[in-house]
């Protein structure tokens, strides 16, 4: 799968319901996703699905557990093969691709319709929340190995990693909740990096 996520030849039953839960989610979004619908992209019998889970919103709670995990560990493998400021480039090409597939912005829009439940939800809420608190760790690590490498200011890494995710965080639910022109949100974000992070001369 393009995505990356999963495996070709996936040989768990609880990794093929959730990639048939990611196929599902980028054809119909969270609103009208169903246990059935999400069948339909299974290999296997629908029964399976809800012998492992009771309904669909216990099943994209382990899904998000399961993005969660996974960019987790493409993080670590980061912090091995770039330097500071390469990985801050390589976020910001992420949140600001103008490349973006259909079946990509899909799934960023499945991905806001799950975040709102949030605000009802407290399973939601919880996951949500940890969400956030990885990624600002991630940005924060980030902050701190450019301080070290010597590209970065000294600047208090949570403060400015906090004030990074509330941008990013913002233009990815913009971009598929409204009409916004990512180029110039990009340099803006690129000139709070600029005046805020990166050493004189860099």
């Known amino acids: 799968m393009s995505s990356g996520l999963f495996p070709d030849d996936p040989d768990e039953t609880r990794i093929e319901i959730l990639e048939a839960t990611y196929a599902a989610l980028r054809e119909h979004g969270y609103a009208d996703l ?11 019998s629908t029964s399976l699905i809800y012998h492992h889970y009771e309904g669909k919103d216990e099943l994209l709670l382990d899904f998000l557990s399961f993005l969660l995990e996974d960019a987790q560990g493409r993080s670590v493998e980061d912090e091995h093969d770039a330097d500071a400021t390469d990985r801050l480039e390589r976020v910001f090409e ?10 990509e912005l899909a799934f960023q829009r499945a991905m806001v319709g799950m975040r709102a439940q949030a605000t009802t939800d407290d399973e939601y809420r919880t996951h949500f929340t940890e969400h956030d ?15 070290a490498e010597g590209v970065f200011r000294e600047v208090d890494p949570v403060q400015v990693a ?19 022109d990512l180029s110039s949100m990009q340099a803006e974000v690129e000139a709070y990096v600029e005046s ?3 050493v004189d001369g860099r």
């Open 133 to 147: 608190r990885v990624f600002r760790d991630q940005l924060a690590a980030i902050v701190r190995d450019g301080i």
């Open 94 to 103: 992420h949140v600001f691709t103008q490349d973006a597939t259909e079946e």
């Open 196 to 198: 805020r992070l990166l």
């Open 162 to 180: 906090t004030m990074l995710h509330t941008m990013l965080s913002g233009a990815m639910a913009t971009q598929v909740t409204s009409n916004v």
């Open 34 to 44: 169903t246990i059935d619908r999400i069948g339909e992209h299974f290999t296997k």
